[in-house]
T-cell receptor, first 113, second 114 residues
Framework: SQTIHQWPATLVQPVGSPLSLECTVE??????LYWYRQAAGRGLQLLFY??????ISSEVPQNLSASRPQDRQFILSSKKLLLSDSGFYLCASRGASGTYEQYFGPGTRLTVT | AQSVSQHNHHVILSEAASLELGCNYS??????LFWYVQYPGQHLQLLLK??????LVKGIKGFEAEFIKSKFSFNLRKPSVQWSDTAEYFC????????????FGQGTELSVKP
C-alpha cells in the first residue's frame, strides 16, 4: 500500500513570509496527487491536484501555488503568506492502477502570525 | 455544482448506542462514495467505499453504509458504538472526469462517552 510523507508536521510563519510544504509518496508510481486544506467544521477543501509531472490544476483562487517536479513529489508554496492561509494541509495520493480511494498523509499544521 | 452534505456536525453518544450519520450528495452522474475517518492525532483513513453492486457496504470496525440512489444518500451506521469510535467522519464522492478528485462533506465529529 502507499505511504504519504509530509513535512514539516507543524510550522509557524509570519505574515508575508514564503512557504514551502513538501509531500512525497512511496509504494506507487504515476499517482494522482492532491493538496487539501482542512478547516474545523468545513471539511476538506481541495486546493490543487496533479495527474502527472508538471501538470497542476487549481481548484480555488488563492494565495497558494503547487508544483510537481518529480513523479512522487508534490509541493505547496506561497510567496507571501496571509493570515487566512493558516490551517491544516493534507496531501493525498491515488494510485493510477485503478484503485480509486485516496491515501492521506499526516498533514502539516500551518499557523500564520 | 457537485456537493456533499453531512447534516450532523457533532454527535454525542453513550457506549453501546446505535449510530447513524447522514450524508447526501448532489451529483448527476455515476457516483462512487466513500466514508473516511480521522481518529484523534491520526491520519485520515478509509472506512468503507461504494462502487457498484450491493448498495449495503461493510467496512472496517463494524461500520456499514447504505447507498440509496433515489435519496442521493449514503448514510453510515454502526449498531453499537465504542469509546474508541470517537473521531471525525467524512463522507466523500469521487469525480472521475476531474482527475479523480474527492468532494468532501463538512465532517461529523462523533464523541462516545464511556
Amino acid at each position: 500500500s502507499q505511504t504519504i510523507h509530509q513535512w514539516p508536521a507543524t510550522l509557524v510563519q509570519p505574515v508575508g513570509s514564503p512557504l514551502s510544504l513538501e509531500c512525497t509518496v512511496e509504494g506507487t508510481s504515476n499517482p494522482n496527487l492532491y493538496w487539501y486544506r482542512q478547516a474545523a467544521g468545513r471539511g476538506l477543501q481541495l486546493l490543487f491536484y496533479s495527474v502527472g509531472i508538471g501538470q497542476i490544476s487549481s481548484e480555488v483562487p488563492q494565495n497558494l501555488s503547487a508544483s510537481r517536479p518529480q513523479d512522487r513529489q508534490f509541493i505547496l508554496s506561497s510567496k507571501k503568506l496571509l493570515l487566512s492561509d493558516s490551517g491544516f494541509y493534507l496531501c493525498a495520493s491515488r494510485g493510477a492502477s485503478g484503485t480509486y480511494e485516496q491515501y492521506f498523509g499526516p498533514g502539516t499544521r500551518l499557523t500564520v502570525t | 455544482a457537485q456537493s456533499v452534505s453531512q447534516h450532523n456536525h457533532h454527535v454525542i453518544l453513550s457506549e453501546a448506542a446505535s449510530l447513524e450519520l447522514g450524508c447526501n450528495y448532489s451529483y448527476g452522474g455515476t457516483v462512487n462514495l466513500f466514508w473516511y475517518v480521522q481518529y484523534p492525532g491520526q491520519h485520515l483513513q478509509l472506512l468503507l467505499k461504494y462502487f457498484s453492486g450491493d448498495p449495503l457496504v461493510k467496512g472496517i470496525k463494524g461500520f456499514e453504509a447504505e447507498f440509496i440512489k433515489s435519496k442521493f444518500s449514503f448514510n453510515l451506521r454502526k449498531p453499537s458504538v465504542q469509546w474508541s469510535d470517537t473521531a471525525e467522519y467524512f463522507c466523500a464522492v469521487i469525480l472521475y472526469n476531474q482527475g479523480g478528485k474527492l468532494i468532501f462533506g463538512q465532517g461529523t465529529e462523533l464523541s462516545v462517552k464511556p
